[in-house]
């Protein structure tokens, strides 16, 4: 975060105003856009939740299963370059 912060903040400041407030500012809209952000990826995953019940996530597991046992035959047979 700081690398990322020394990165961009220089880039939205006024040298010619106050530091501490233009800092304080994009700091505090920082948080509440990662806010909600991380409100929404909450409300999503408990949807999600409601989604997968027992029956579906062994599906889902075998479906998976399946293309990594694909994926794990096709790179055996396929010869290197």
């Known amino acids: 975060m700081l690398v990322f912060f020394g990165a961009f903040i220089p880039q939205f400041m006024d040298m ?21 952000t991380d409100a929404i990826y909450a409300l999503a995953a408990g949807r999600a939740r409601k989604f ?12 998976s299963g399946g293309f990594m046992i694909g994926g794990g035959i096709w790179l055996a047979l396929t010869r290197a370059r």
Do not use: E, K, P, Y
């Open 52 to 63: 997968f019940s027992a029956r579906r996530t062994r599906l889902l597991s075998r479906i």
């Open 16 to 36: 010619n105003r106050d530091h501490a407030s233009q800092v304080a500012l994009l700091g505090v809209t920082f948080m509440v856009i990662a806010g909600m």
